[in-house]
Nanobody, 124 residues
Framework: QVQLVESGGGLVQAGGSLRLSCVASGLTFRTYAMSWFRQAPGKEREFVAG????????NYGSFVQGRFTIARDNAQHTVYLQMNSLKVEDTGLYYCAARRLGDASARASAYDFWGQGTQVTVSS
């Protein structure tokens, strides 16, 4: 049974930082591209960042503008999202997603597995 478990969300003031983690189990982690998506209330789920299986190709949503960094540790079956200079508009539920045998895609439909999400709330 595949599980993606996110952690690290919380309440932070604007300008602050958070580090999200997603631990995967039940799959051959090194063969999956991993990405982070987010969803704010009343809005569609949007792509935040993605990393290919080798950790050599990175994609980011246009709104990131150098503030976030995605990384992976294949030995620990974990993908991270370091978020700096957080803004109020970064508030949302952040999801981890896994895509087998492909590069990270900005399309949510391209992913095979999803976590339950971790809430990020940025206050002004």
């Amino acid at each position: 049974q595949v599980q993606l478990v996110e952690s690290g969300g919380g309440l932070v003031q604007a300008g602050g930082s958070l580090r999200l983690s997603c631990v995967a189990s039940g799959l051959t982690f090194r063969t999956y591209a991993m990405s982070w998506f987010r969803q704010a209330p009343g809005k569609e789920r949007e792509f935040v960042a993605g990393i290919n299986w080798a950790g050599s190709i990175f994609n980011y949503g246009s709104f990131v503008q150098g503030r976030f960094t995605i990384a992976r540790d294949n030995a620990q079956h974990t993908v991270y999202l370091q978020m700096n200079s957080l803004k109020v508009e970064d508030t949302g539920l952040y999801y981890c997603a896994a895509r087998r045998l492909g590069d990270a895609s900005a399309r949510a439909s391209a992913y095979d597995f999803w976590g339950q999400g971790t809430q990020v709330t940025v206050s002004s």
